[in-house]
């Protein structure tokens, strides 16, 4: 569980978030919502430990953020940035990469660390990519990838900002789906979205953002039935016979 108190964050002398105070339940999907700007990112990145708070505490397990050691973190926390970079390396090299946190001085995989790579790779469903060149990838396929970096970190809380950014919708959906079974097998995951249906269908748990503050926060049947979405987005949202939700016109 992540818990957050008072958090006061920014860039530049600037604040962005002013007193949020919020709970990540663990073993689920929590997916961040609001308006551009309204500080979503920089909740995310405050709990990947990329921004320092400037007020307020955050607590992983009931422990303070920065009472953990920079690796000791990293086994516990994996981040996925909106942007990255696109290296000329195999999907099996980058997913090598998470098991950094775990190599000893030598810096040589073991067999244990090989055989995580190779978990994490077909729990991202990226196994049979292994050998591919990460730039001949489509944008589906190096989520994937980079999902399985994630993943051979070992950790238990995964923090994507805006993942499906820029997939067609069929590898949206896909991706999601993919989210929703790795909380279902006990991971924490927490996502950064843009498409309000979509949190709707894959979250257990909503937190919904406006002007740095938290304007509503729990179970998406609750938010919805609160129609705090529709106030902060200023568009309505229905719920269709099969249980799906679909934007309506105003």
């Known amino acids: 569980m992540i818990e957050v108190n008072g958090l006061t964050a920014g860039y530049g002398g600037q604040s962005i978030l002013q007193g949020v105070s ?18 979503k990112t920089t909740l995310l ?12 505490a955050v607590r992983l397990e009931g422990r303070p953020l ?11 926390v994996a981040f996925l940035p909106q942007s990255r970079p696109v290296p000329g390396i195999t999907v099996g090299a980058l997913a090598a990469h998470g ?7 030598s810096r040589q995989m073991t067999a244990r660390d090989r055989q995580a790579v190779a978990d994490a790779l077909r729990q991202a469903g990226a196994a049979e990519l292994a050998g591919r060149d990460l ?3 489509s ?8 999902l399985a970096m994630a993943l051979a970190q070992q950790g238990n809380v995964l923090l994507l900002d805006e993942p499906t950014a820029g997939l067609d919708i069929a590898a949206q959906l ?10 279902d097998a006990g991971r924490t995951m927490v996502l950064v979205l843009h498409d309000v249906p979509q949190a709707l269908r894959y979250a257990d748990h909503m937190i919904l953002m406006q002007g740095g503050r938290l304007f509503a926060e729990g179970a998406p049947d609750a938010v919805f039935a609160s ?3 529709e106030r902060v987005f200023g568009v309505a949202f229905r719920r269709a016979e099969d249980g799906n939700y679909y934007v309506a016109a105003v």
Request: aromatic share 6%.
């Open 227 to 229: 129609r705090a979405a």
């Open 99 to 105: 098991r950094f946190p775990h190599l000893g001085l």
């Open 139 to 146: 944008g589906g396929q190096r989520q994937r990838a980079y």
């Open 135 to 137: 730039r001949t990838l």
């Open 45 to 56: 990145r405050v709990l990947a430990r990329q921004i320092r708070p400037t007020g307020g």
């Open 66 to 76: 920065d009472r953990y050691g920079r690796r000791e973190f990293a086994r516990k």
């Open 22 to 39: 919020l709970t990540v339940p663990a073993g689920a999907v929590t997916v961040i919502l609001g308006p551009n700007g309204c500080g």
């Open 174 to 183: 896909e991706f999601l789906a993919l989210c929703r079974t790795l909380a």
